[in-house]
C-alpha cells in the first residue's frame, strides 16, 4: 500500500524527494471501508496506521491571483507555467503535485485540480500531513514539473508556485451539511 515516491515518479508526474509516500486509503477518507475480517498482506501495517492516520484529505483552494497570473503566462513567449486546461486541469493519470508549508517543506500532495463555476474557484483535493489540515492554513501547491516533463502530450513549461488555502472536503458548504449523514 505504500509506494516509494523514486518508483512513482517514472509512472506519474512528479519530482518527489524520496521521503514522500503516496496516499493510501486512510489518507483518502476511505479508511471506513476497510475490514480485518480476514487476512491480507499488509494487513499488520494497516491495522497499525488505521489508529492514527498520518495525513488528511482537504480541498485547497487556489487563490485567484496567483491561478491568474499562470493562466496568463499562456500568453507569453518563454517561461510559461503548466497549462490549465478547463473545467479539469488534470494531465497525467496520477497528477500528484507538491504542496509545500510556509518553510517549503513537502507536507503533501495534490491528486486533481479544476475549476468550479459553482464556486468560482480553481480548487484541488491534496492529502496532507494532519498538521496542516485545519481550515484556513495558508500552503503552496506547486504547479507543473521540474525538471520539463519528457511526456510528449505535456507541453514545455515553468514550474509555479499558487498560494492555496486549506478547505473542508467536500468544499461547497451544501455538499458538506445536506449530502453527508457522518
Not at 496567483?66 to 499562456?74: E, L, T
Not at 499558487?162 to 468544499?171: K, L, N
Request: proline share 5%; aromatic share 12%; hydrophobic share 35%.
Amino acid at each position: 500500500f505504500f509506494f516509494s515516491s523514486r518508483r512513482r515518479h517514472t509512472r506519474c508526474s512528479r519530482d518527489w524527494s524520496s521521503d514522500v509516500a503516496l496516499p493510501i486509503s486512510y489518507d483518502l477518507g476511505y479508511g471506513t471501508m476497510v475490514r480485518f475480517d480476514h487476512d491480507f498482506v499488509g494487513r499488520e501495517a494497516l491495522e497499525k496506521i488505521s489508529k492514527a492516520p498520518a495525513r488528511t484529505k482537504v480541498t485547497l483552494e487556489l487563490h485567484t491571483e496567483d491561478v491568474m497570473k499562470a493562466i496568463g503566462s499562456q500568453f507569453e513567449s518563454g517561461n510559461r507555467a503548466k497549462f490549465m486546461e478547463f473545467p479539469s486541469a488534470v494531465y497525467s493519470t496520477w497528477p500528484y503535485d507538491k504542496v509545500l508549508n510556509k518553510e517549503g517543506k513537502t507536507i503533501g500532495v495534490s491528486t486533481w485540480v479544476g475549476y468550479s463555476s459553482n464556486e468560482g474557484k480553481m480548487l484541488t483535493l491534496a492529502i496532507l500531513d494532519n498538521a496542516y489540515t485545519q481550515p484556513g492554513e495558508q500552503v503552496t501547491f506547486v504547479w507543473g514539473e521540474n525538471p520539463v516533463t519528457s511526456k510528449t502530450t505535456v507541453e514545455p513549461h515553468t514550474q509555479m508556485q499558487i498560494r492555496a488555502t486549506v478547505c473542508p472536503v467536500p468544499y461547497a458548504t451544501v455538499a458538506r451539511e445536506a449530502y453527508r449523514t457522518t
